[in-house]
């Protein structure tokens, strides 16, 4: 028995039971329960912040807003950025789930409050760093909710690209035309939200820089660039020249390039920062 919704022959059970063979290449790491697989502290360095990270998106906008802190003249957003490889399950320490609970990267600990702060989730910790250091977000309330606006329209995005589209278009075991041109035509769509806002903008939230930026770019300006998934001709991402525009405007910052190289266990060795103590760590 099928049903023209599902593929052939597969028909959804009444309760359901994970697949090990469903899993592709993520099935070591993917499970339906919460909370640690493994006693194992977190490691601590000298500086104010501890950052516990991996050179995803997500972890590229936290180590970018470090570097532009550092850039400014904040010697206090000084960091130590620690890899976890979520790939041998770094992320389901005791120490890993402590500061996030949610076990996905990056998680940081603020070891200049007391007690200590722990922030998790990348939206958060660029708002925590943004109000604690006064940068990268106005305090006027109308630009302040437009920058806030499009920092959570990112949050609430990206998981359409990464989850939906570059799951089903890069990772999936089998490829489903179904899915694939059902996430395609939201991405698409997203790219032409900000390629209408960026046409009468220099930055998505008007003429500043900021945290919004920051947020967008890893994921987006990386899609523009070509970077993400080997998608960049089945997207046309060419085709939308604003996002082209922002997206070489932001990558060719100093410490976009620096903060883009932090927990990097991947690609041309040169370009490896697999852990960052001192600014001297990023040559």
Known sequence: MSDQNFPAGYVPAEVWQPNPENGGRFANINRPVAGATHEKALPVG???????????????????????LLAKGFSDAEYDAWLINIGEGDQFSSGFVAVNPNSKIPALVDRSTTPETRIFESGAMLVYLAEKFGAFLPTEASARA?????????????PYLGGGFGHFYAYAPMKIEYCIDRYAMEVKRQL????????????????????ADIATYPWYGALAKGLLYGA?????????KN?????????????VKRGSRVNRPWGEESQQVRERHSAADIA
Do not use: C
């Open 46 to 68: 000298e500086h104010p912040f501890q950052l516990y990270s991996l050179g995803t998106p997500n972890g590229v906008k936290v180590t970018i807003m470090f570097e532009e």
């Open 146 to 158: 437009e920058v806030m606006s499009w920092l959570f329209w990112q949050m609430a995005s990206a």
């Open 192 to 211: 032409d939200v900000l390629d209408q806002n960026l046409a009468t903008r220099e930055y998505l939230a008007g003429a500043d820089y900021t945290i």
């Open 232 to 240: 960049g001709t089945f997207l046309e991402v060419e085709s939308y």
């Open 243 to 255: 996002v082209q525009r922002w997206a070489r405007q932001i990558s060719d910052r100093t410490p």
